[in-house]
């Protein structure tokens, strides 16, 4: 078991700490953050050899399924599903077959941020090659919203978690849809992400775990329904 617990909830956090605090002393501005992310994120995916590492997530195929499968306890009927922070594409693929197994016909769309990363998910799956958008998703305007929206709150810089979550659900989200965050890792004594966007008043309308690893932690989906 690592000595350190975030070392179980976010690879490379350290590094992303760095990035974090050069944003907060001003020696880089929001689009020097996102670059430095980049930097971390994108030559790790596009040399990864299999296609959940591609996406992010170390291990097996198994692995893979049960950090990812609890996505799928937002996703309660047919619809749109738009995985920000696409990736690969692998999620989008993945997706549709787990909601097939629960009985409801979803149809993925992807949003990346890095054109490298869109790129190869267009190759990987070129029949929806023209699902998959480039764009920063805090300020993104999409040409369609859509009913299921997932994304992480770590795609932007910490300030701006909150603009975020509103950016999505005013433009992205379609009426009486659904913001899905997560797959997270948080360790299990606290809800600090739930917690913090609460704050900004937003109400979780539902919520997921699953078992992590490492015993401290747990992986963590929770999402919020939008208005008519």
Not at 113 to 131: K, S
Not at 188 to 209: C, L, N, P
């Amino acid at each position: 078991m690592p000595s350190d617990v975030r070392d179980s909830i976010e690879r490379g956090w350290r590094e992303v700490a760095a990035i974090d605090e050069a944003l907060e002393r001003g020696e880089i501005d929001e689009a020097g953050w996102h670059r430095a992310v980049a930097e971390l994120v994108v030559p790790a995916y596009l040399a990864a050899g299999t296609p959940w590492e591609q996406s992010g997530k170390s291990g097996d195929l198994a692995g893979w399924e049960h950090g990812r499968r609890p996505i799928m306890a937002g996703v309660d009927r047919d619809g749109t599903f738009l995985d920000v922070g696409c990736a690969n594409g692998f999620l989008m693929e993945c997706v549709r077959e787990w909601a097939a197994e629960d009985g409801h016909d979803v149809e993925p769309y992807g949003l990346e941020i890095a054109p490298e990363l869109a790129a190869l998910a267009r190759g990987r799956v070129p029949h929806w090659a023209d699902r998959i958008f480039v764009g920063n998703a805090r300020e993104w305007t999409p040409p369609r919203r859509f009913d299921f929206v997932r994304t992480g709150l770590d795609y932007v810089p910490p300030t701006r978690r909150r603009d975020l979550v509103e950016h999505l659900l005013e433009k992205v989200v379609a009426p009486r849809g659904r913001l899905i965050v997560g797959v997270f890792n948080e360790e299990k004594g606290a809800r600090r992400t739930e917690q913090a966007v609460s704050s900004w008043g937003f109400e979780i309308a539902g919520r997921v775990d699953a078992e992590h690893r490492d015993p401290r932690v747990a992986y963590r989906v929770f999402w919020l329904d939008a208005e008519d």
